[in-house]
């Protein structure tokens, strides 16, 4: 026998009977069909009495596939012992059984994996049109639920901040009717993507593409530490010594903290290549880049700093010596002496 009972167990007693099963039935030996023993240790059997549980892995007929049969446990002893004899016919059952099982786990696994993936995929998809449709400041907004304020109201959002129950905004219409609203009663308005659209390439598309545009808008920026003068008044010039996104200050002499900063928008200014104030001309927008000398003619001025290495040729005008490039363009006031050791340097 496979399964051997204790001596008086072999037949079935009155309580617990298996279904189809009456009392005095013999109990199933699984002669032959015994593939393997397994221990589970430290279960807990009662409320304070752990053990260690025993099986016999026997193979079924009935249901075609192998099954784990309970001996009993280390604490209260075991109703049968078993001894592997499974025959050749039970391992290849077995054998057949562990491949099909093995597939169906693969397929089951690779089907989770498929749904896992859509799911991320919507989920980021649902993440990248909320980023899009996020309401902040200086963005137009649509007022879509609330008590409030009129829903379909449309303003651009020209504040943010917190209140009482969560994160508020003030929007403004373009009659100037200020109103007060919940963040999450509204919604950013996109002009190239209609209310209620999908983009096309999807809303992760659209951010990717919106991130690269707002990279490359961001590095034409002008960065802390370069020259810049306002476009509008070139008199009014210096270094910059702060910038957050479009917004920008810029002193003659940013050491100096008693000198007043000017502000203004990234849009406001011209970048300087340098530090305009060569014998006290005014900064010059857009300064010409100077074009590279001849090969066989080297610029004598070129191991000097811009704009003098530009410099082409010396004039006087209403008596005071200019600089200018090959092109004409001016490029700084001189004095006396200052123009007598160049124009010995651009004659050597």
Same mark, same amino acid.
């Given at each position: 026998?496979?399964?051997?009972?204790?001596?008086?167990?072999?037949?079935?007693?009155?309580?617990?009977?298996?279904?189809?099963?009456?009392?005095?039935?013999?109990?199933?030996?699984?002669?032959?069909?015994?593939?393997?023993?397994?221990?589970?240790?430290?279960?807990?059997?009662?409320?304070?009495?752990?053990?260690?549980?025993?099986?016999?892995?026997?193979?079924?007929? =009935?249901?075609?596939?192998?099954?784990? !049969?309970?001996?009993?446990?280390?604490?209260?002893?075991?109703?049968?012992?078993?001894?592997?004899?499974?025959?050749?016919?039970?391992?290849?059952?077995?054998?057949?059984?562990? =491949?099909?099982?093995?597939?169906?786990?693969? =397929?089951?696994?690779?089907?989770?994996?498929?749904?896992?993936?859509?799911?991320?995929?919507?989920?980021?998809?649902?993440?990248?049109?909320?980023?899009?449709?996020?309401?902040?400041?200086?963005?137009?907004?649509?007022?879509?639920?609330?008590?409030?304020?009129?829903?379909?109201?449309?303003?651009?959002?020209?504040?943010?901040?917190?209140?009482?129950?969560?994160?508020?905004?003030?929007?403004?219409?373009?009659?100037?009717?200020?109103?007060?609203?919940?963040?999450?009663?509204?919604?950013?308005?996109?002009?190239?993507?209609? =209310?209620?659209?999908?983009?096309?390439?999807?809303?992760?598309?659209?951010?990717?593409?919106?991130?690269?545009?707002?990279?490359?808008?961001?590095?034409?920026?002008?960065?802390?530490?370069?020259?810049?003068?306002?476009?509008?008044?070139?008199?009014?010039?210096?270094?910059?010594?702060?910038?957050?996104?479009?917004?920008?200050?810029?002193?003659?002499?940013?050491?100096?903290?008693?000198?007043?900063?000017?502000?203004?928008?990234?849009?406001?200014?011209? !970048?300087?290549?340098?530090?305009?104030?060569?014998?006290?001309?005014?900064?010059?927008?857009?300064?010409?880049?100077?074009?590279?000398?001849?090969?066989?003619?080297?610029?004598?001025?070129?191991?000097?700093?811009?704009?003098?290495?530009?410099?082409?040729?010396?004039?006087? !005008?209403?008596?005071?010596?200019?600089?200018?490039?090959?092109?004409?363009?001016?490029?700084?006031?001189?004095?006396?002496?200052?123009?007598?050791?160049?124009?010995?340097?651009?004659?050597?």
């Amino acid at each position: 026998m496979a399964l051997i009972y204790k001596e008086g167990n072999e037949a079935y007693g009155k309580y617990g009977l298996p279904e189809g099963v009456k009392e005095g039935d013999l109990k199933p030996t699984y002669e032959k069909r015994v593939l393997d023993t397994e221990t589970n240790y430290g279960v807990r059997v009662m409320s304070d009495v752990w053990a260690d549980l025993y099986y016999a892995v026997v193979w079924d007929d =009935e249901t075609d596939a192998p099954k784990r !049969v309970g001996m009993g446990n280390s604490e209260f002893g075991c109703e049968f012992k078993a001894e592997v004899d499974a025959d050749k016919k039970t391992l290849k059952k077995y054998e057949t059984w562990c =491949e099909a099982k093995r597939i169906r786990d693969e =397929e089951l696994a690779e089907a989770h994996r498929i749904a896992e993936k859509k799911r991320r995929a919507e989920e980021a998809e649902k993440n990248a049109e909320k980023r899009a449709r996020a309401v902040r400041k200086g963005v137009k907004v649509k007022v879509v639920k609330g008590r409030k304020v009129p829903k379909g109201t449309v303003g651009e959002c020209f504040w943010e901040g917190h209140g009482q129950y969560g994160p508020r905004i003030g929007l403004k219409e373009a009659d100037g009717t200020v109103h007060w609203t919940a963040t999450s009663n509204c919604i950013a308005i996109l002009d190239d993507v209609p =209310e209620g659209t999908t983009p096309e390439g999807g809303w992760l598309g659209y951010m990717e593409t919106k991130y690269k545009a707002e990279e490359a808008a961001a590095a034409l920026l002008p960065k802390k530490g370069e020259w810049v003068c306002l476009t509008a008044d070139e008199t009014k010039f210096g270094r910059i010594f702060w910038v957050k996104g479009e917004r920008l200050g810029f002193k003659m002499n940013p050491r100096k903290r008693d000198e007043e900063p000017t502000w203004s928008n990234a849009g406001e200014v011209t !970048v300087l290549t340098g530090d305009p104030r060569k014998g006290g001309a005014a900064a010059v927008p857009n300064l010409p880049v100077p074009a590279p000398a001849p090969e066989d003619k080297p610029n004598p001025m070129a191991d000097m700093p811009y704009p003098y290495c530009a410099i082409a040729k010396l004039e006087v !005008v209403d008596g005071m010596w200019k600089a200018f490039d090959a092109d004409g363009g001016f490029l700084l006031d001189l004095t006396a002496d200052a123009a007598i050791k160049l124009m010995e340097k651009m004659a050597a």
